[in-house]
Each structure stands twice: as C-alpha cells, then as structure tokens.
C-alpha cells in the first residue's frame, strides 16, 4: 500500500463512524469513473492497450490502496488454473474439473476468512466470488466452442468461445477494474465483444440521406452512468444514516426487549432495508462504472433506444415492492442468478430431460458454497426454501380465488390480496435474512427467538393445512369456480417452472425435492431386489 493512502481515509472514517476500508472501497469505485472514461478513450484499434490499461488499474487497487499482496497471489492462482484447465483437458468432464477447482480454492478463502475474521477490513474474497462466476461461465464457454453448434442453445452458442484467447485479452477479462470487488460478472464472450467494439456494430436510422447505417463507435453513456452514480451515493449515505439508528448489537442487547413484538418486528425489516442499502450502493455505483466504459451497453429497445442494462445487478423498486418470494429473489444479485441457472443448474440437467431434484439440490449447494460458511447464510437459505414451498401453495390454491373466473383478470378483491402478499413477503424476508447480518448461529437463534420464530410458526401453520384434508376443500372449490380442465392447466403451467430452484438457488419446492429422492431411491431398490430375484431364478434353473 502506497504511505500516504490511508491518511485522509482514517480521518474520514473518524468524522463519518465509517471504516477506513469501506471508504477505501467507495473510493476505489468512485475513481473508476474517470478512469472508465479514459479507457474509453483509448483506440478502438488498440484493444492491448485497453487490457494493458485495466490490469495497471487493477494491480493499483489491490496494492495501493489495499496492500492485497496475498490477494493477487489468491486471484493468480484461481484465474491460471481455470486458463490451464481449459487449455489442456479435453472432454466433457473439463468445466466440472475447473468448477471443482475453483469452489474448493474459494471455500478455503471462505473459511479461513471465518477462522482469522477481521471486521471492517476488505479482502479479496469479494473480488475472488465474482472471479468464480466469470471463470466457471469461461470454462463453460471453451467447452461448448468444441463441440458441434447442433448440441446447443441460443444461449451456448452466443457465449461459446471457439479459441482460447490470448493472456492479455484473458488477463484483461479477469481485471476489469469497474466490477473487480462488488461484480456484476460478465461472460467472456460479451467482453471480447466490448473490446473489439463489435458490440456496438449496430443499425441505425440515417437522419441525413434517409434509410438506414451502420454505427460502431461507442455511444455517449455518461448521463445513464450519471444517474446511476447518483442513485448509489444516495443509497450510501442513506446507509451511513441509518446504520446508525438500526443495529444488530441493539437488536441482540436487552434494551430490545423493552419494545413491544410489533415494533421488534419492524426493527428487523429496518436493519435488513438497512443491510440491503448498502449493496444497492455499492451494485448501483458499479453498474455506472460499467456503463461508462460502455460495457454496459445492451443494444436498443422497441422504441430504437439504447439500453444500458446489460449488467444490472438489483432492482430495488422491484424487490422493496415485491408481493412474492419468487419476485423478491429474482430482484436480489440478479447476475448470480443467471450464473445459477446457465452455469449450474442447466449443465446438470442430462441433454433431452427435464430439470429435477439433482439440479435444484446442486444449485441449491453451489450457492450456498459461494456465499461462504457461516451458519447464517444455511438458516437464512433453508428458511427461505420452505417459504418458497408455502408461496407455491398458495400462488395455486388461493390466488385464483382473487381473479375472475378467467384467470387472466383481476377480481375486485386482487388488490387486497396484492396488498397482503406485499406486506407478508416483505416482513417475512425481514426476518429471513436476519442471519445473513447477524452470520452467528446462536445469535439468529435469538434474534429469532425475541420474535418469537413467527415466521416458522407460519411456515408450519401452512404446511400443515395444505397437506390436510384443507387443501382437498379447496381444490374442490376452485374446481366448482374455474372447471376441472382449467385448474389441471393451471396446476401444470405452475410447476413446469423453466428456473425451478427459484433466485440464489433457493429451492422451489424442497418437499417435493425430497419426494423425488424418495421416489427415485425406492426405484433403484426395487430394481436391485429384482435383478436379484432374476438371478436367483436363473441359479434355481441351472
């Protein structure tokens, strides 16, 4: 680390009751964009230096604002193995040997960041998380560049890489300065075409001499990456604000206890609106550095407008305003999410089948790794699970009660239940995610517990009714309103799910996860009884 960089950040960090290293990494974002306006800048015929001019920022961060001499050692290792895997190992096993590779060197970050935790210090395993998503999605990509276009999707061929590109362009990819610590990931493809402009090689309508051209320059982002800058601000200093009024340290004291449950409850939804400011900062600050360098770029809408949501992360309006578990977790680290279901889930479904528990149970696992292992993100991902489970429930046998016998119109009542469901997923999630604040498990235990796990009380409330004779009483009065034909259209749309394991790899449905299980280990014994019983008849005979 340069000498004379903390300086001003301890000063700072005195007045603000911020850390220095948080500031340090506002700082680090901030100053990505002029240089994102630089790099630009910079020939689009000289793309090495676009790498060359990344990777010095890159290296700046790490080392000179963070002394992360071990961090680069960590990303080094992590991004030469997943480029050597690629390049030598043949066959269809080489993205699952990366993906075994690079999960096991990141839980070993993961836990030794767990056992020698340092509070309010930036490591590198922020940056190494979002290093993981690009290089298992690139190891993915060298694959499907090897094998006959026939064999995949739209999406496989799009993101596929024919050639192992070369270490600088490589190096470039994983040192994008704009997204190192907080992401979003991007897929290889998309930064080959960014570099070499081939991404902004558009059609447009010719003012001057009528009909239409083509256009490659990179357009102007500065007023989307404005705005963005300044929606993150606002989150940030919204979160220094409040992070002094909501705290964990009150909410686990006995102070606490003084408040009545209600307004228990509704200090946990403001520490977690808390919590979430900050990423919602830190997403919307890096979403603008990204858009700035024009990485951002997604081509233009129906109305021939640019867009610039190629890397959007959150949606705060969505997810502050969602009336369901599914809207909510598709709102939340949305790039996760397609890492999730085009890396993970999808690759281990077998060619020509459909979906089932293997896949939802190793996205479910991979997410859960990723996050890391504190006992807090397992209670807040296993919760959360069985939440999903009673908004399945009630998506089929309640909501249509509130729409009209058509079920494609709301009924005069929908509002009300829109408002319920807002209200519940909001203050229910609240409560969820207390652990992944909190991390401890005996501390979320009590948090839990001065809330008296109502939560958990509903979850088993519901579970109990829908699986008692109440759901039959139901089924049967939603049969008496929509028809027997209408309700098996419904009941089969609502669980042929293209993303079963939801947002963040949480489950869909865990009980059904666990039928399935059941269902496919009471198969194999049946058929290993029966091959027995074959053989003993075929001994019986000789």
């Not at 070993?108 to 298992?136: C, F, N, W």
């Not at 993915?140 to 600088?168: C, N, T, Y």
């Not at 996205?363 to 399945?392: C, D, E, M, R």
Request: with cysteine.
């Amino acid at each position: 680390m340069l000498p004379f960089i903390d300086y001003p950040f301890v000063w700072l960090g005195g007045i603000a009751g911020v850390p220095k290293d948080d500031l340090k990494l506002i700082f680090t974002i901030l100053l990505s964009y002029p240089l994102a306006g630089a790099l630009k800048r910079i020939p689009d015929t000289q793309p090495a230096k676009k790498n060359i001019f990344m990777i010095g920022v890159s290296l700046f961060y790490l080392v000179g604002v963070f002394s992360l001499w071990s961090g680069i050692r960590t990303l080094l290792i992590a991004s030469a193995g997943a480029y050597g895997i690629a390049a030598l190992v043949q066959g269809p096993y080489m993205p699952w040997v990366s993906f075994v590779f690079l999960m096991g060197h990141m839980l070993v970050s993961h836990i030794y960041r767990e056992l020698y935790s340092q509070p309010g210090v930036v490591d590198v395993t922020g940056a190494q998380m979002v290093l993981v998503m690009k290089l298992t999605a690139f190891c993915w990509s060298v694959h499907d560049g090897r094998i006959p276009k026939s064999e995949l999707s739209e999406f496989q061929q799009d993101r596929a890489i024919p050639q192992m590109p070369s270490i600088l362009d490589y190096a470039g990819y994983v040192l994008f300065f704009p997204s190192l610590f907080a992401g979003p990931a991007f897929d290889f493809a998309e930064y080959r075409r960014w570099i070499d402009c081939s991404m902004f090689d558009i059609v447009i309508p010719d003012t001057k001499r009528g009909g239409t051209k083509r256009k490659r320059k990179i357009p102007s982002s500065s007023i989307p990456a404005t705005i963005k800058a300044a929606q993150g601000l606002v989150c940030i200093l919204l979160f220094v604000k409040f992070s002094s009024w909501y705290t964990a340290e009150f909410a686990l004291g006995d102070k606490f206890l003084n408040y009545n449950i209600f307004r228990r409850i509704w200090y946990i939804y403001a520490l977690s609106f808390t919590a979430r400011l900050k990423y919602y900062g830190a997403w919307y600050l890096t979403e603008g550095a990204c858009i700035l360098s024009g990485l951002g770029y997604n081509g233009l809408d129906e109305k021939k407008q640019l867009r610039w949501d190629r890397l959007t992360n959150v949606n705060p309006v969505a997810l502050e305003t969602a009336e369901n578990t599914r809207a909510y977790l598709e709102s939340w680290n949305m790039n996760t999410n397609k890492w999730l279901k085009n890396y993970i889930y999808l690759r281990v479904t077998p060619k020509g089948k459909k979906p089932g528990f293997r896949s939802s149970m190793a996205t479910f696992g991979t997410s859960a790794i990723w996050h890391g292992i504190s006992p807090g993100y397992y209670l807040t991902f296993l919760t959360a699970s069985f939440v999903q489970t009673v908004a399945k429930y009630f998506r089929r046998h309640v909501r249509p009660f509130f729409m009209n016998a058509d079920q494609n119109t709301a009924g005069p009542y929908k509002k009300a239940y829109d408002l319920f469901g807002l209200i519940v997923t909001q203050f229910s999630f609240a409560y969820i995610v207390a652990p992944f604040i909190i991390l401890d498990f005996k501390n979320s235990l009590l948090l839990w517990s001065r809330v008296y796990f109502f939560v958990h009380i509903g979850i088993v409330i519901c579970l109990a009714f829908f699986n008692s004779p109440g759901k039959a009483w139901l089924t049967q009065r939603l049969k008496n309103k929509v028809g027997r034909a209408a309700l098996r259209e419904m009941h089969k749309s609502a669980s042929t799910e293209d993303f079963r394991s939801g947002g963040l790899g949480v489950p869909d449905d865990p009980t059904r996860e666990i039928e399935e299980i059941h269902e496919e280990l009471l198969a194999k014994s049946k058929d290993i009884l029966r091959r027995r019983e074959t053989a003993r008849a075929k001994t019986r005979g000789a």
